[in-house]
């Protein structure tokens, strides 16, 4: 059988399906993965953005910004598969969709926000990490453009952080326990562009299969929870899961 008629009838009885995506959801939209073959970490280290080192070392916080400046996650447009989680909720199918994304491109899309649990964060907020004033990120590198490499809080003086979890830090306990209610809540999960390989994250799909209900991977390549899949489409989501969310209409 094709795949994704495979995945339709897997999930066919499903009424409230926990849809979890990872950065493959959002390659289409031009936003680079991080453990991909042109991944991110290819060509950055990882231990350089610990939560300890950028508050420690202002080179560690010059360069995240410069980063983060060319990263085009926050000009980034919703495509068609974060557009099918969309319909998904406006078919009143969707428990709640969980990501490990930090670029909004859900809510963009159209999904309410109370139906989106981020679980790394959101790059579209700043925060200042001594007095916690906000503001918006894309405020933060007009004032990286004009040459303050290194920007801090107007108020205090304090550093100033994006609102993502960085190695070594604590993930959102609200989050963590939102997820934690709608995996519990979900008779069906759809993975999305996730190698499902980061914990404590890929243990909320794991807790709906532990449930007895179906998993469906959406992936471009093998994940490490290939295993517990029920089906796996492989291919790109915005390729595939408008196709499956069709047939689940």
Same mark, same amino acid.
């Given at each position: ?11 066919? +009885? !499903? ?5 979890? =995506? ?7 939209? #031009?936003?680079? @993965?991080? /453990? ?93 990490? +001594? !007095? ?5 990120? =894309? ?7 004009? #040459?303050?490499? @290194?920007? /801090? ?97």
């Amino acid at each position: 059988m094709d795949p994704i008629a495979a995945a339709a009838e897997a999930l066919a +009885d !499903c009424t409230s399906l926990l849809v979890f =995506t990872g950065a493959g959801i959002s390659t289409e939209s #031009g936003i680079p @993965d991080f /453990r991909g073959p042109d991944g991110v970490w290819t060509r950055v280290d990882p231990d350089e953005f610990t939560y300890a080192r950028y508050i420690q070392n202002p080179e560690t916080r010059r360069a995240f910004w410069r980063m983060r400046a060319d990263s085009g996650v926050l000009t980034a447009e919703p495509n068609a598969a974060h557009r099918a989680v969309v319909d998904l909720w406006r078919a009143e199918l969707l428990v709640a969709c969980v990501t490990q994304n930090i670029d909004g491109l859900h809510q963009a899309a159209g999904l309410p926000a109370q139906s989106v649990v981020e679980l790394h964060g959101n790059a579209h907020e700043t925060f200042c990490v +001594d !007095c916690g004033e906000r503001q918006p990120t =894309t405020a933060v590198l007009d004032r990286v453009a004009a #040459g303050d490499d @290194d920007p /801090r809080c107007s108020g205090c003086g304090g550093i100033l952080k994006a609102g993502v979890v960085f190695f070594g830090e604590m993930m959102p306990r609200r989050e963590l326990m939102r997820a934690a209610m709608a995996a519990a809540d979900a008779d069906g999960v759809i993975t999305v562009g996730s190698t499902l390989s980061v914990f404590p994250a890929a243990s909320f799909p794991i807790e709906v299969v532990e449930g007895g209900h179906p998993m469906v991977i959406v992936n471009r390549g093998p994940t490490d929870l290939d295993d517990l899949a029920t089906v796996i489409v492989d291919g790109a989501a915005g390729e595939t899961l408008p196709k499956l969310v069709a047939r689940l209409m």
